[in-house]
């Protein structure tokens, strides 16, 4: 009898762990922009809803405020980051965050193990504020060479959301160049072929030809991902780049597994 009833408790167990493994997590999405207006802000969070959504694995939720960047409890029952997995910072400028706000956003990532996303023009966010330019990785520098077929060179293929581009890829899109960004701090996933664009166009800043345009590195005990693509509305229809989104998100919220480990440039 007692076998059985630790045959039960094992199976009850397991069943439990299922559930939690398959339990739907919550992604929120933050549109504010306090600088340059990108139209494309509404394509990314209508793929990442409907990616969520027709996958069952996580629920989406938009924001163009930034109210919910806070642990305090909220009025009227609104969620509040202890209600999320990851954040997604599709934004620019100095966004309406008071220091309170800004503590929580950092807790949250390295202290509650979860994850952030910033997507394109999240890297011209807080540029006056330090923390979040180490927490994201680098800071905008320009985009020399405009919205044009990019070149672009996989780094990690075996990473979520990249082993289903070829080594060599194009992208119409707007690539930036960043600056305050180390190799020693970060993984590469994606970077501007520098073999072939013209690096002596003028805004061209960067003399180690590393342009860096997608990474991944981990802060405190949470995640962090840096996707540089998306400027054009058109780059959220691509298959590719959908698929990409859609392992990518579950690599933030800690779903899957992917190695973040910082690692120099792979030679040519």
């Given at each position: 009898?007692?076998r059985?009833w630790?045959i039960l408790?094992?199976?009850l167990?397991?069943?439990n762990v299922?559930?939690?493994?398959?339990?739907k997590r919550n992604?929120?999405f933050?549109?504010?922009s306090k600088?340059y207006?990108?139209?494309?802000?509404?394509?990314?969070?209508?793929t990442?809803?409907?990616?969520?959504r027709?996958s069952?694995?996580?629920?989406?939720y938009?924001?163009?405020d930034?109210t919910a960047i806070t642990?305090?409890p909220?009025?009227?029952g609104a969620?509040n980051?202890?209600?999320?997995?990851?954040?997604v910072?599709f934004?620019d400028g100095e966004?309406?965050?008071d220091d309170?706000?800004?503590?929580?956003?950092l807790?949250?990532?390295?202290?509650?193990?979860?994850?952030f996303?910033?997507?394109?023009?999240?890297?011209?966010?807080f540029?006056s504020w330090?923390e979040?330019?180490r927490?994201?990785g680098?800071?905008y520098d320009?985009?020399?060479?405009?919205?044009?077929?990019?070149?672009?060179?996989?780094?990690d293929?075996?990473?979520?959301?990249?082993?289903?581009?070829s080594?060599?890829v194009?992208?119409?899109?707007?690539?930036y160049q960043i600056?305050d960004?180390s190799r020693?701090?970060?993984?590469?996933?994606?970077?501007?072929?520098a073999?072939n664009v013209?690096?002596?166009?003028?805004?061209?800043h960067r003399?180690?030809?590393?342009?860096?345009?997608?990474?991944?590195r981990?802060?405190g005990?949470?995640?962090?991902?840096y996707?540089g693509?998306?400027?054009?509305r058109?780059?959220?229809?691509?298959?590719?780049?959908?698929?990409?989104?859609?392992?990518m998100v579950?690599?933030?919220?800690?779903?899957?597994?992917g190695?973040a480990?910082?690692?120099?440039?792979p030679?040519?």
């Amino acid at each position: 009898m007692r076998r059985k009833w630790h045959i039960l408790v094992l199976i009850l167990s397991l069943a439990n762990v299922a559930l939690a493994q398959e339990k739907k997590r919550n992604l929120l999405f933050i549109g504010q922009s306090k600088g340059y207006q990108h139209d494309s802000i509404s394509t990314a969070m209508a793929t990442l809803y409907n990616l969520g959504r027709s996958s069952r694995k996580w629920d989406t939720y938009f924001r163009t405020d930034c109210t919910a960047i806070t642990k305090k409890p909220l009025k009227w029952g609104a969620k509040n980051l202890t209600a999320f997995d990851a954040v997604v910072f599709f934004t620019d400028g100095e966004l309406d965050m008071d220091d309170s706000q800004k503590a929580d956003l950092l807790s949250f990532v390295r202290d509650d193990g979860k994850g952030f996303i910033g997507i394109h023009s999240a890297a011209i966010t807080f540029v006056s504020w330090p923390e979040y330019g180490r927490m994201i990785g680098g800071y905008y520098d320009g985009h020399p060479w405009g919205e044009f077929d990019a070149p672009l060179v996989v780094e990690d293929a075996g990473f979520p959301g990249m082993g289903q581009l070829s080594r060599h890829v194009t992208v119409k899109d707007e690539i930036y160049q960043i600056k305050d960004y180390s190799r020693a701090n970060l993984r590469v996933l994606l970077r501007l072929d520098a073999d072939n664009v013209d690096l002596s166009r003028k805004g061209v800043h960067r003399k180690d030809e590393d342009f860096a345009v997608i990474w991944a590195r981990n802060y405190g005990t949470g995640r962090v991902l840096y996707n540089g693509l998306g400027h054009s509305r058109e780059v959220w229809d691509r298959p590719d780049i959908q698929q990409m989104w859609l392992e990518m998100v579950p690599w933030a919220m800690g779903l899957i597994p992917g190695d973040a480990t910082p690692r120099p440039m792979p030679s040519k």
